[in-house]
């Protein structure tokens, strides 16, 4: 992360500017204000949250699409399944792909396994993060099943405080890959509600050998819970260049590191891939 440093351009700009935010800065234009910051942020890819024709974002949709001849006939992991809308996808746009959803919740899953029979999609119970053994999903009380269940209570608490628990066996990519012998993975869609860098530190190894060619993740509000940064995705990614999802399925590339621009605990779509 480079730096602030001043500079004769940095003071020209600044005194050429500050009329015109001496004008806007004040309680009296705070709508002004507001309003542009949400323009802004949709600008940069973030809350952009538009629903597309099937399902998923319009973003979303239009990123799958784009990039479906990249999967191919490869692997394809659905981290964080829900009840299927992605792996719908995944196979209407890459009809030869191998298709993995995880998906820990008992009702949800038996959701997936419905909308999914016969879409030769391989469905696995397990909770996927950075360690092996028992795990406790949590969700809210009065909606269990819902889209926002997390391995992390403080994110759903962040919401509800009355949430409810479930027991989940809980493994790690890198154990599940070599347990299933898969080298290489054409993609990986990360959406576990505030707990998607745990299942890429469970990753570590094959982050380190590139066996992810394009991964998608979630930077998003319950991230406050659970005290999670962008730089800590930053971090967990060496050798891999981060971008954030525009909505015609384009990558906006967020290096060089930087806090103003990075940190923006407002949900986004982020997309990885190996330098």
């Known amino acids: 992360?480079?730096?602030?440093?001043?500079?004769?351009?940095?003071?020209?700009?600044?005194?050429?500017?500050?009329?015109?935010?001496?004008?806007?800065?004040?309680?009296?234009?705070?709508?002004?204000?507001?309003?542009?910051?949400?323009?802004?942020?949709?600008?940069?890819?973030?809350?952009?949250?538009?629903?597309?024709?099937?399902?998923?974002?319009?973003?979303?949709?239009?990123?799958?699409?784009?990039?479906?001849?990249?999967?191919?006939?490869?692997?394809?992991?659905?981290?964080?399944?829900?009840?299927?809308?992605?792996?719908?996808?995944?196979?209407?746009?890459?009809?030869?792909?191998?298709?993995?959803?995880?998906?820990?919740?008992?009702?949800?899953?038996?959701?997936?396994?419905?909308?999914?029979?016969?879409?030769?999609?391989?469905?696995?119970?397990?909770?996927?993060?950075?360690?092996?053994?028992?795990?406790?999903?949590?969700?809210?009380?009065?909606a269990d099943g819902s889209t926002q269940a997390s391995l992390s209570r403080d994110s759903v608490a962040l919401y509800e405080s009355e949430v409810v628990e479930h027991p989940v066996v809980a493994t790690t990519l890198d154990h599940f890959l070599d347990a299933q012998g898969i080298g290489d993975v054409a993609f990986l869609k990360v959406d576990t509600e505030g707990h998607d860098l745990h299942v890429l530190r469970g990753a570590r190894e094959s982050i380190a050998r590139r066996r992810f060619r394009v991964i998608q993740f979630e930077f998003i509000g319950a991230n406050i819970a659970t005290g999670v940064t962008m730089r800590d995705f930053f971090d967990a990614l060496p050798g891999y260049r981060i971008s954030r999802l525009c909505l015609n399925g384009g990558e906006m590339p967020l290096d060089p590191y930087s806090v103003k621009r990075c940190e923006i605990f407002v949900n986004h779509n982020l997309i990885a891939r190996p330098i």
């Open 1 to 142: 992360m480079a730096r602030w440093q001043p500079s004769r351009g940095r003071d020209l700009l600044a005194r050429v500017a500050y009329p015109v935010f001496w004008l806007l800065n004040r309680p009296s234009m705070a709508w002004f204000g507001r309003a542009a910051y949400d323009f802004a942020l949709r600008c940069n890819g973030i809350a952009i949250n538009f629903r597309g024709r099937h399902g998923l974002s319009a973003a979303e949709e239009a990123f799958l699409a784009r990039i479906a001849p990249e999967i191919g006939e490869g692997t394809a992991l659905d981290v964080g399944a829900n009840t299927g809308a992605y792996a719908i996808a995944l196979r209407r746009l890459a009809p030869q792909a191998r298709i993995l959803a995880f998906e820990p919740h008992p009702a949800t899953r038996a959701t997936l396994e419905d909308r999914l029979a016969g879409a030769g999609v391989e469905i696995h119970a397990a909770a996927l993060g950075d360690t092996v053994g028992e795990a406790s999903l949590f969700d809210f009380a009065s």
